[in-house]
């Protein structure tokens, strides 16, 4: 008796679902991690409601592959299910659509735009966009000239990370440019660099007053190689000022010690002399 009563309130229930229109309705369920990292995988757990009614026919469900989402070669896009159909061990009257898809290493910082589209019925499409959190692990860069001697060409760089990430395996590589020689190696290693640290970097070069450019190639904290251009500003004026000030202040050094090496010889040649 209770079957029969099971059975006929399960009869009743599809026939007011058969009666209604199809109406599906799609959530992103769950990211993970939240937020996603920049060139690293990102687990996106989609739901559509809804595919129980027959109305729906068919139901189709896919995640467009646009920026700044990546599929793997030969990753399954689409998912199908004949509406009608309770998935699960609990007769759920819901569909879930799984993915592991990368984030694209130039992802902005926050919330990126994401797009699925689905089809049911006959011949009916629509599109829904959600966002995914990103979080950007680039590094920032301030750099600047801190010593030039313009006689031996040599120029210090001082590089200091200003953003909240640590990097490893920080290059220097001094591009061609007008104004700019570089004398030997246009290519300096100079390590790791914690966040809110600073280091320097040495070359030698002929330079003349202007803007240079300069590639920094680093490794993320995800280990994504990453390069970026930054730009130095360099007044020779400034440094000659330096060293015009320096040989002032060492020709009046060996004036005051020549000075004082005459006075006492005098003043031993005239307690010589009485």
Request: some cysteine.
């Amino acid at each position: 008796m209770k079957r029969q009563v099971v059975s006929i309130l399960l009869l009743l229930t599809m026939g007011l679902v058969l009666a209604e229109a199809c109406q599906l309705d799609v959530s992103l369920l769950n990211q993970d991690p939240y937020p996603a990292v920049q060139g690293d995988y990102v687990k996106l757990v989609f739901q559509i409601d809804g595919v129980a009614n027959t109305e729906c026919k068919q139901v189709s469900f896919e995640l467009l592959e646009k920026y700044p989402l990546i599929f793997d070669a030969g990753q399954q896009r689409r998912f199908t299910i004949d509406s009608g159909t309770y998935t699960g061990s609990n007769y759920q009257d819901f569909f879930m659509a799984t993915y592991k898809v990368r984030v694209n290493a130039d992802a902005l910082d926050g919330p990126n735009p994401i797009e699925v589209r689905y089809n049911y019925g006959v011949g009916s499409t629509q599109t829904k966009e959600f966002d995914i959190e990103v979080e950007d692990v680039r590094a920032e860069f301030e750099i600047f000239i801190s010593e030039y001697n313009v006689e031996t060409k040599e120029a210090t760089l001082d590089i200091l990370n200003i953003g909240t990430h640590d990097i490893e395996a920080l290059t220097l590589v001094i591009l061609e440019q007008e104004g700019l020689d570089v004398m030997g190696s246009n290519t300096n290693i100079v390590g790791d660099l914690d966040s809110n640290e600073d280091t320097s970097a040495d070359f030698k070069a002929e330079m003349a007053t202007g803007t240079y450019n300069i590639l920094m190639r680093y490794s993320d904290t995800n280990g994504e190689r990453r390069t970026t251009e930054m730009s130095f500003d360099f007044d020779e004026e400034q440094f000659k000022a330096e060293k015009t000030g320096s040989g002032i202040w060492t020709k009046l050094l060996w004036v005051i010690v020549i000075g004082a090496i005459g006075w006492f010889g005098w003043k031993k040649w005239k307690k010589k002399k009485k």
